[in-house]
């Protein structure tokens, strides 16, 4: 899911960093200090998680949580998500130091949209399609945002894109099934501040 | 307890970073690369840059090794890309030891016939190789996990400092 050093081109690379830069500045201002210690563990829930691929017939994929992570942090998912791709891309060779924006901006969205999605459906939804949704939606919307990146970047890449794309689809289906164990969990135990 | 546990058991599955340990030696360019759970790269693409040039480029066999004579000029960077976000880099530097070939064999008359200077360059680009495959095995060694755990160490530290600078900010 990491997009590789030096894939692309000057103008994605500018425009995510910008569309990133105030996003990040923002989360940091507004970023409580009570909040601080809950983006660590999520970032290196993210860290560890992405680090780990699983084999899928020439490809491999890797899980992201980003429902979770989005839920818990909201818009400080970006944060969280910079300083572990930047790890990420610094210690293990994942990713990289130029398509770090492009990275964090396309996971950040997905999380973001399991958050946004989790606050409009929680009361509307059965639990159960509630927590599938926010674990299969953010996937998908983040892998679009590689595909998109990749196909601005170069024409050359809408085979790679298309690869991406239909890669994540199991991907998907098994964090939607992942988050539906992991919300009765935490359902159970009734974590204070997570509101499930 | 259970999802502490449910998100700390991925680490024991095995993660994929890649490394690369690449030599050359008398124009033959050797490369191995794998991934961190000691997987070859099979057939994975690798360029060759020079001052940020392409100067060559293959695809690796599938034991994830390319060895062939190819005419470069050290030092020069090979970059391997695994797919799907793995990347690897190294830097050959210029041969130290180059200068040697002006070595004679004035002093062993016994070996007239025998070029000793060719079998110098033979035995060093041999071991020269054998050298780049134990550096390689010891790369493989090299627990993934180390690496995880460093990470979240960082992460630690950054969270915690933020944490320290932000709570002396708020008094």
């Known amino acids: 899911m990491h997009i590789s050093e030096g894939v692309l081109s000057a103008g994605v690379i500018a425009t995510s960093t910008v569309v990133l830069a105030p996003l990040i500045i923002n989360s940091i201002r507004k970023l409580h200090p009570d909040d601080v210690s809950k983006v660590a563990l999520l970032s290196a829930l993210f860290f560890v998680v992405s680090t780990i691929h699983l084999p899928l017939g020439v490809t491999s ?87 998109v990146a990749l196909l601005f970047s170069s024409e050359d890449f809408l085979i790679v894109a298309q690869t991406a794309l239909i890669a994540h689809l199991p991907l998907a289906v098994v964090e939607g099934i992942m988050m539906v164990f992991l919300f009765k969990t935490l359902q159970k135990y009734q974590i204070k501040g997570l509101n499930i | ?40 790269c099979k057939g994975c693409f690798f360029r060759v840059k020079k001052d940020d040039k392409k100067v060559f480029q293959g695809n690796l066999d599938h034991e994830g090794v390319f060895e062939q004579e190819v005419k470069l000029t050290a030092p020069f960077d090979v970059h391997i890309n695994g797919g799907m976000g793995h990347w690897a880099d190294v830097i050959i530097e210029g041969n130290e030891m180059g200068e040697e070939s002006d070595v004679t064999n004035s002093t062993n008359t ?33 627990s993934n996990t180390e690496k995880m755990l460093i990470g979240l160490g960082y992460i630690l530290g950054i969270f915690g400092l933020w944490q320290l600078f932000a709570r002396k900010k708020e008094k």
Request: proline share 2%; no cysteine.
């Open chain 2, 1 to 40: 307890m259970r999802v502490i546990i449910l998100f700390l058991l991925p680490i024991f599955i095995y993660a994929h970073s890649l490394s690369v340990t690449a030599s050359y030696e008398n124009k033959e360019l050797f490369i191995e690369s794998f991934y961190g759970d000691g997987n070859p």
């Open chain 2, 110 to 142: 016994m070996m007239n016939s025998i070029d000793e200077t060719k079998i110098r360059q033979i035995i060093r680009s041999e071991l020269n190789k054998q050298n780049t495959k134990i550096e390689s095995l010891i790369e493989k060694n090299k």
């Open chain 1, 61 to 147: 994929v890797h899980f992201m949580l980003l429902g979770i992570i989005g839920i818990m942090l909201g818009w400080h998912s970006f944060t969280a998500l910079l300083i572990a791709l930047l790890l990420q891309a610094m210690l293990i060779g994942f990713g990289g130091i130029s398509s770090l924006s492009a990275n964090t901006l396309n996971t950040g969205i997905g999380a973001l949209t399991g958050f946004y999605l989790f606050k409009l459906l929680k009361d509307r939804l059965p639990t159960i399609v509630v927590s599938f949704l926010v674990g299969f939606v953010p996937i998908l919307v983040a892998s679009v945002g590689i595909a």
